[in-house]
């Protein structure tokens, strides 16, 4: 009993040398790996490496305030860009001046009418113009009137005229009221007459504005 508990008691000695040795023998392989060195490790192999293309440029110590790019810098840049030419100045061209135009324009009859409707042969009528005068100058005009039985078809062939009464007007610019006067004849036969009323000039005898209106006198019996 005794020679077995003196055998235990050695084998749990040498055990616990055994133990101890052990832990001293590991303990350097750890010694000064603390709580960073796996991290530093681990953060090293997960880094990944810098891409071939990648052109990492720096200054070879550039002094403060200089401009001068470093080796690295000229070659990367190369051959600087050529300064573009300024476009020539363009003179201006003169532009001619606009002429003077004369002014244009017509004349116009904007009324006209037969101061006495119904006459009788031999009586003298007032037969009235209002001119539109639009060609911004002084115009003189012959103002004339004829007349023509309402039967008849033709005013070349039938036309009574009062050339003794036909009075040159001097038409201002713009609208103007002018009267003159018509003497019937004695021998007029009674009945319905049309009436035209007519511009012409007083040196060329060229018209300028002629109009009609049917039926517009009656003479008396």
């Given at each position: 009993?005794?020679?077995?508990?003196?055998?235990?008691?050695g084998a749990f000695l040498l055990i616990i040398a055994g133990s101890l040795a052990a832990r001293s023998a590991v303990a350097p392989l750890f010694h000064?790996?603390?709580s960073s060195g796996p991290r530093s490790v681990l953060a090293a192999r997960d880094t990944p490496k810098a891409s071939p293309s990648l052109i990492v440029i720096s200054p070879a110590h550039p002094s403060p305030g200089s401009t001068t790019p470093s080796p690295v810098e000229r070659r990367r840049i190369g051959r600087p860009a050529p300064t573009p030419t300024p476009p020539a100045t363009l003179r201006p061209t003169s532009t001619p001046a606009p002429s003077a135009t004369p002014a244009s324009g017509t004349l116009a009859l904007l009324r006209y009418w037969v101061g006495t409707?119904?006459?009788r042969p031999g009586q003298t009528i007032e037969v009235g113009y209002v001119i539109d005068n639009g060609t911004g100058r002084t115009m003189h005009e012959v103002l004339g009137v004829s007349l023509k039985s309402s039967r008849a078809l033709s005013w070349a062939t039938s036309a009574v005229s009062d050339p003794g009464h036909d009075v040159v007007a001097t038409v201002l610019p713009g609208n103007s009221t002018h009267i003159r006067f018509f003497t019937l004849p004695a021998g007029l036969r009674p009945g319905w007459y049309d009436v035209a009323w007519g511009l012409r000039s007083p040196i060329t005898?060229?018209?300028?504005?002629?109009?009609?209106?049917?039926?517009?006198?009656?003479?008396?019996?």
């Open positions: 009993m005794t020679l077995a508990r003196s055998a235990f008691g000064g790996l603390g409707p119904a006459a005898g060229a018209r300028v504005g002629l109009v009609f209106a049917p039926t517009a006198l009656r003479v008396r019996g």
